[in-house]
């Protein structure tokens, strides 16, 4: 590929031109959703050219954009990625098409949804991309419009509460957020976070902040887990770890299943992202000095998630549950990494070990995840809304390729070998244990909750007798089959031949791991 090209604005932009065509389409709602999917097919497209074009032995940032955006200011427009940021840009793109397609029953004002949906996706890649503070943090705002639109137009019957708490939740993580960066700014002049994460690096960058803001009633190691305190926050309520999770349970329960698959899906991972990419490299003291309590809220978010997940009765909370459950598994590698800091040569293995199950574990819970929803919207579409555990039973009966394909994506989330959702899991637990054996010990039972559960809702909606109401539950249909297909092919495809995504994240993780100079 042409790397003088702006590739990264030119995708980014991808997205928004498609929005404003599916608008133009007016009442029309067939041709509305398919100028969408054409368009979010274009991304995906233009995203594994990327990948293609993409220098897998190098660790660096490639496919750069740089140019001066504020100059009083020291804000840049600089555009990037490395292994990292393009993983993001593969799992936004395919979770933005699966997302669509769990859509498809939608009738409401439908070129208006589509529309936010392919804004959504722009704001993924927006912020996947960018590497200067003011940058990323535009594109992490506005994420929350189509979003919160998503929510409150088109989700259930406590929609707007879902919404408000969506949104104030993220906001006052926001707000933290933005104090941490201004006040580092103040101090070194830099919203770069390859510049910010150089001063960490050298020992340099809380030292020049405190002393040029004139903190008093602080130490300087206070100081630097104070702003460590604002930019956690922002993360955590995003992915989100326990005790900032109560507001994701309500908003994927409420929100419609197609939009559900887009924030489970893409924008948690926003959160985990943030931590890969601004704390661990800018932060990664402070992460080192309060690493055992990180430890323990990660392996509790884990075990108090699993077993929240097994109390619920709707489908939708099962599994918004279960996202808290999986994403708390690449908390716990984070934590334990960074715990482990970068002075030891003996925990390198380890640590790379960790980080490639962290990477791998985001791409699968989101495929996967966006799929489970996918099927949750096909369940309600054919039962006039219901989704409760005990609604249903024995629809293996007369759907069997449904309950086949379905019960695929589910051991895929249990993390059944040979499928994807085991090569993550195994990488973390691999990687974790020997830096923090007691946490990552603790962390083991959210396995046998995760089987618990999972093997409850198989159970319970396609086991046992058949209720008369459902003799006549429709099977997937072909184009169905034909539309799940794919997304089901790829969980056995990473599951039996992983290196098609760890190949070319390998540079990334070492160049990940030799950062850890703390």
């Not at 489908?315 to 590698?333: D, E, M, Q, T, V």
Request: some cysteine; hydrophobic content about 55%.
């Amino acid at each position: 590929m042409n790397t003088s090209f702006p590739w990264l604005s030119f995708f980014t932009a991808i997205p928004v031109i498609g929005a404003i065509i599916t608008l133009l389409a007016g009442r029309r709602r067939n041709s509305a959703r398919w100028i969408a999917v054409v368009f979010g097919a274009i991304s995906l497209v233009g995203v594994l050219c990327l990948w293609h074009g993409f220098d897998a032995s190098s660790g660096a940032l490639q496919f750069e954009e740089r140019h001066v955006w504020v100059p009083v200011l020291n804000i840049e427009y600089r555009l990037a990625i490395d292994g990292l940021g393009l993983l993001m840009l593969l799992l936004s793109a395919i979770v933005t098409l699966l997302g669509m397609g769990a859509s498809w029953k939608i009738s409401d004002r439908v070129p208006l949804y589509y529309a936010l949906v392919l804004l959504l996706e722009a704001c993924l890649f927006g912020a996947f991309t960018a590497l200067n503070f003011v940058h990323w943090f535009t594109f992490w705002e506005l994420s929350l419009v189509p979003a919160f639109f998503l929510i409150k137009l088109w989700g259930g019957t406590r929609r707007s509460t879902a919404a408000t708490q969506f949104l104030v939740y993220t906001m006052v993580g926001s707000v933290a957020m933005l104090l941490t960066f201004l006040a580092l700014y103040l101090g070194t002049g830099q919203f770069d976070f390859t510049a910010l994460a150089q001063l960490a690096q050298s020992g340099s960058l809380m030292p020049q902040t405190f002393a040029a803001l004139h903190i008093q009633h602080f130490t300087l190691h206070g100081f630097g887990m104070l702003l460590f305190a604002g930019a956690f926050l922002g993360f955590a309520v995003k992915v989100p770890i326990m005790p900032f999770h109560t507001w994701l349970p309500e908003a994927y329960s409420e929100a419609p299943s197609g939009t559900t698959a887009l924030l489970t899906g893409a924008m948690s991972k926003m959160g985990l992202y943030g931590f890969l990419r601004v704390l661990l490299p800018i932060f990664g003291v402070q992460m080192q000095s309060a690493h055992t309590l990180l430890l323990w809220m990660a392996a509790i978010t884990i075990v108090s998630s699993g077993f929240a997940a097994l109390a619920q009765k709707d489908l939708k909370r099962i599994f918004a549950y279960s996202s808290i459950n999986h994403l708390a598994y690449c908390l716990l590698a984070i934590f334990a990494v960074a715990g482990a800091g970068g002075l030891n040569p003996a925990n390198v293995a380890q640590q790379q070990a960790a980080l490639s199950g962290v990477l791998f574990q985001m791409f699968n819970h989101g495929l996967t995840a966006a799929t489970i929803f996918w099927f949750i919207a096909l369940i309600e579409s054919r039962s006039d809304g219901l989704r409760g555990l005990r609604d249903f039973g024995g629809l293996r009966k007369v759907a069997p390729v449904f309950a086949g394909l379905m019960g695929i994506a589910l051991f895929s989330s249990l993390g059944l070998p040979g499928l994807n959702g085991f090569v993550g899991e195994f990488l973390i637990f691999r990687g974790s244990f020997p830096l923090a054996i007691a946490a990552t010990s603790v962390a083991v039972l959210g396995l046998l909750l995760t089987a618990m559960f999972i093997l409850n809702v198989i159970q319970h909606v396609f086991a046992g007798p058949l209720a008369p109401q459902w003799s006549s539950f429709p099977d997937l249909s072909r184009n169905e089959r034909m539309a799940l297909a794919p997304a089901i092919a790829l969980m056995f495809l990473l599951g039996l031949v992983p290196q098609l995504i760890l190949g070319p994240l390998h540079g990334t993780i070492i160049a990940m791991v030799q950062q850890l100079k703390f």
